[in-house]
Every structure is written in structure tokens, then in C-alpha cells.
């Protein structure tokens, strides 16, 4: 009928459709086991479970103290002595955040204190007292009491992630393909 022939409304109608048919034929088939691991292996960094950790921290404000570094310096010498100190927290400033956060993966921790201080926590070893380190609030001694690395989750777990990966993987290998040979013609 010639309808695409100088009318832009029309021809864009019909390309559209004709990206719609292009798209929705590799929807009706299945991947196999094989093509699942395949993306599975592939990709195995974006199945994992992030690391987690669990933390006390002090508090040191550059607002409340003269010179919160030589403060929290000293605070630090104290805490490697022995005997332990029985309440460490009350040697910093007060803080909306709680002294003590339990089983945060480094985006939340990133979210509460900044993402320098979020990589440099992420580093420590456990058990003993580190510090100071910057936070977008301030200074902080900071000792790592729980450590959980990052895991890999089983395949049967990731396995709705994995197929909706192989249908965009497909999808986008028939469009190529097919605008390819379209472009050749």
C-alpha cells in the first residue's frame, strides 16, 4: 500500500513494530543447564553475597574538640594498653549513630559514614583497634569485631537472575543480527 512512503508517523509505527517482533521471538525459548552456567560462570562477581562486618567505633568531632586528632590519638594509646578500658565509647563525643554497628555490608556502611571510610573499615583486621579514620563526620577509632566475606551464591539460588540474563543476551544478539541483515539489504 505504500504507507511508509512519506508519511514519518507511519514509518516510525512500522519500525516499531517490526522492533517488537524482533524482540519478543527469542522469548519463546528455553536456555539449557549448559547455557546457565555458562552466564553463570561468567558473571560469577554479580552472584555473590556482599561482605559484611560488624564494628565498634568512637566518636571524635572537629566541632566539639580543640584538636580531635591528638585526642583520638591519645584515646587510641589507651585502648592498646592493658588493662582494656571498660567503656571505650565514653572516651569520644556523642553521635546520631550508634556506637556499634552489627552485620553492615560496605554500601550501608558507605551510606552511614562515607565511602572512605567504608573502603578503609573494609580493610581492617579484627579484634584490635584502628584509627583514627575520617568519616564525613569526623574522627573515629574503630575496632572490627565480625568478619563474613562476600559468598557466591549456588546457581539454584540466582537461578530467576540467570535465565532473564540469557533472555537479554539472546534478545540483543537476535536485534544485531537481524538490523545486520536488514542494513545489507
Not at 591519645?74 to 582494656?84: E, N, R, T, V, Y
Not at 546520631?96 to 550501608?108: F, W
Not at 551510606?111 to 563526620?137: C, D, M, R
Amino acid at each position: 500500500m505504500g504507507l511508509d512512503q512519506g508519511d514519518l508517523i507511519v514509518r516510525r509505527r512500522l519500525a516499531q513494530k517490526l522492533e517488537f517482533l524482533v524482540e519478543d521471538s527469542p522469548q519463546q525459548a528455553e536456555p539449557t543447564d549448559e547455557d546457565l552456567r555458562r552466564i553463570y560462570e561468567a558473571e560469577s562477581a554479580r552472584f555473590q553475597t556482599p561482605a559484611k562486618l560488624s564494628f565498634a567505633q568512637i566518636y571524635f568531632s572537629r566541632e566539639q574538640r580543640h584538636d580531635a586528632a591528638a585526642d583520638a590519638k591519645m584515646a587510641f594509646a589507651k585502648l592498646s594498653q592493658a588493662p582494656p578500658v571498660a567503656r571505650p565509647s565514653d572516651m569520644g563525643d556523642p553521635l546520631m549513630l550508634d556506637s556499634e554497628i552489627r552485620n553492615a555490608d560496605e554500601q550501608t556502611v558507605s551510606g552511614q559514614f562515607g565511602k572512605e571510610f567504608a573502603n578503609a573499615v573494609f580493610t581492617l583486621q579484627p579484634v584490635a583497634w584502628h584509627g583514627p579514620i575520617e568519616s564525613v563526620y569526623g574522627l573515629h577509632l574503630v575496632r572490627v569485631s565480625d568478619v563474613e566475606p562476600a559468598k557466591r551464591r549456588e546457581l539454584a539460588e540466582v537461578k530467576a537472575e540467570v535465565i532473564s540474563d540469557w533472555h537479554e543476551q539472546r534478545q540483543r544478539e537476535a536485534s544485531e543480527k537481524y538490523f545486520a541483515t536488514l542494513l545489507k539489504k
